[in-house]
């Protein structure tokens, strides 16, 4: 199958390659609920903790607190969790010092570090070849200040983390440059974000150029929540609600985040390109640490009482759907595409998986995403057809950075949609390239017709 290369110049823009593959895949999008089988990823026996997913691959952390290191399941080459070529790697296993919070993003894992007697950020590249386990992967020390370094967040090139240098915490980042690799010789290097030492500014993710952080006194707040575009070098509020705004989440045009304005944790969400704030769920007791993928947002709820469940919600359907409830205490969830992973207590903590499906009906039977979209193909396709050609009518000789960033990141979606055997994957893939060119066209100023 044809693929689109990389884009350079205005004439490589439209590649007929895409318009059949499109054609091939692209399907339409359907509210989620649970409906797959649990694939364990971890249960060793010792506690494994701290997991975060991106694309085909989940990190976490494995042994007793004080001594935990860092590993990876990858899915292999298939891309489908739970196969036979699903495989596990070593990440860190530093034994000077333990790590925590992994995140991953594309080719790169980010962590701290108390190997060198305070806490640092450090970060692990999958090489040359992009594969993680081979041989050609690389560690790095991402900081090496003798302050301390916390909790970082990684996305396409940049790396943000919370930063004591000055005394109170402030947030900053690291530019791994354009290829997006950590270590390689374009790296641009370290950068302070926020500079204010009349509070704190703490607990930065990441999404673009978009870094959201709550802002307020540590440890226990009051917390608001604040917004830095690293295009402009601008600061905005989000929320700024009684009670505390708290662990924040962040993909595309939509913050979410834990708010305790009623009393107990709740999940609101604000949409950046409206600067509307809205409530996803204030069910009694608590919803606490939401993750976002697309459209989905996941979080762990103790609206029964008894126990942690996970829930989730459509923001393009406003609906709420359960996804693991009444089987065991479930916690710290976390999401990319169709897969769900979180701790499970059954045991002791392991790490779980399962794939949310199209609604199904019974008997039970999995939705094939190929022939969902056959009755509406046609109309999508015209959808992309148009928009490609508009881009490619306004697309400047000299490509702006920011645009060539987008047109690399919809390559790369096309890329991962084009190479998995899941066809649930490649359509949030497809998703998220279209995406992309809604996003270039807000950079080109442009509206294409549809």
Known sequence: MIMWDRVINKGDIMKKGVLMMLSLLFSISLVVIYAGTEIPIANTGTDEVEPAIDGSTIVYLLGPYGSLDIYGYNAGPDGIFGNADDYTFVISTNPEGYQQAPRINGKTVVWYDHRNGNYDIYGYDAGPDGIFGNGDDNEVQVTTDTSDQWF?????????WNDSRHGRWEIYGYDMGPDKRLGTADDVGEFRITNNQLSDDYNPEIYGNIVVYQKGTYPNGPWDLYGYDLSTSTEFLISNASGNQQDAAIYGNYVVWTDYRNGNGDIYGYNLSTSTEFPIVTESLSQITPAIDGNIVVWQDYRSGSMWDIYGYDLSTSTEFPIRTGISKSTEVDICN???TWIDWRK???IYALYISPPVTTPPVRANPIAAFIPVKNYHLRQVNTCLECIE?????????DVQALLDEMQEHIDNANTTGNSIYANNELLKALKCAEDIQEKLGITCPL
Request: charged share 45%; net charge negative; proline share 12%.
């Open 348 to 350: 002791d903590k392991d």
């Open 152 to 160: 970082p967040d990684v996305q396409d090139r940049y790396i943000v």
């Open 393 to 401: 009518e306004n697309l400047p000789e000299d490509v702006p950075e």
């Open 338 to 340: 169709d897969v769900v």
